[in-house]
């Protein structure tokens, strides 16, 4: 059976190879990893790209997935919003995605 250790330092997945079993758990660490990623707060930016001239298709599938504030960039590119756990679903579901990135920082130009 598989087996969480939290006393291996950083990594918090572990298989037990002991009884033969692929199956895998996680530690949780705290109680707001519980959480479905729907808090007001925690609402982040991402990016992702395809195929020149599957944007609108890649759009809709992103907003069935959940994303909000979903606008096409060029011919091969999408902007949109959501929680992390859309930025994941996006990950795992979407088909006509090359990327997905998450904004992790940005900076705004001085104006003279």
Do not use: N
């Not at 199956?23 to 990016?47: A, H, M, N, Q, W």
């Not at 919003?81 to 940005?106: D, F, N, Q, Y």
């Amino acid at each position: 059976m598989a087996s969480a250790r939290s006393d291996e330092g950083h990594d918090d997945w572990c298989i037990d190879e002991d009884d033969g079993s692929d199956t895998i758990s996680r530690v949780i660490e705290s109680p707001s990893e519980l959480d479905d990623g729907k808090k007001d707060d925690d609402i982040r930016t991402y990016f992702a790209t395809c195929i020149p001239g599957l944007h609108h298709t890649l759009a809709s599938e992103l907003i069935a997935l959940g994303a909000e504030r979903v606008e096409t960039q060029g011919k091969s590119g999408v902007r949109f919003k959501g929680s992390p756990k859309v930025g994941l679903k996006s990950i795992l579901w979407c088909r006509t995605a090359h990327k997905i990135m998450e904004l992790i920082a940005s900076s705004s130009e001085p104006t003279d």
